[in-house]
């Protein structure tokens, strides 16, 4: 079992940053790739970024490319997203989610096993 629990959600203005966290216990979180996903209301959940177990796989959607970094501290057992140049199009819950399946970094939410309850991210014109 997984348990994660993101913060760090809030309101800004277009232009603005916010980092993410997403805090994990249960099993040792160096055995599990990462990812982050977002969905808007009456919007489907998309892929965000991910991150593999050790740090050396990343992935990012094509829309935060450039805008967004993800990252991870395995001593701390916490994965990050440091969101820049936000905006209102960003607008959504972002839920952070954990994949046991570590051969590679995934973009396909099905894919992974635990979820956290999301927070929210509100971006102002």
């Known amino acids: 079992q997984v348990q994660l629990v993101e913060s760090g959600g809030g309101l800004v203005q277009a232009g603005g940053s916010l980092r993410l966290s997403c805090a994990a216990s249960?099993?040792?979180?160096?055995?599990?790739?990462m990812g982050w996903f977002r969905q808007a209301p009456g919007k489907e959940r998309e892929f965000v970024a991910a991150i593999s177990w050790s740090g050396g796989g990343i992935s990012y959607a094509d829309s935060v490319k450039g805008r967004f970094t993800i990252s991870r501290d395995n001593a701390k057992n916490t994965v990050y997203l440091q969101m820049n140049s936000l905006k209102p199009e960003d607008t959504s819950v972002y839920y952070c989610?954990?994949?046991?399946?570590?051969?590679?970094?995934?973009?396909?939410?099905?894919?992974?096993?635990?979820w956290g309850q999301g927070t929210q991210v509100t971006v102002s014109s």
């Open positions: 989610a954990a994949d046991l399946d570590t051969r590679a970094v995934s973009g396909i939410a099905r894919v992974y096993d635990y």
């Open positions: 249960g099993r040792t979180f160096s055995q599990y790739n």
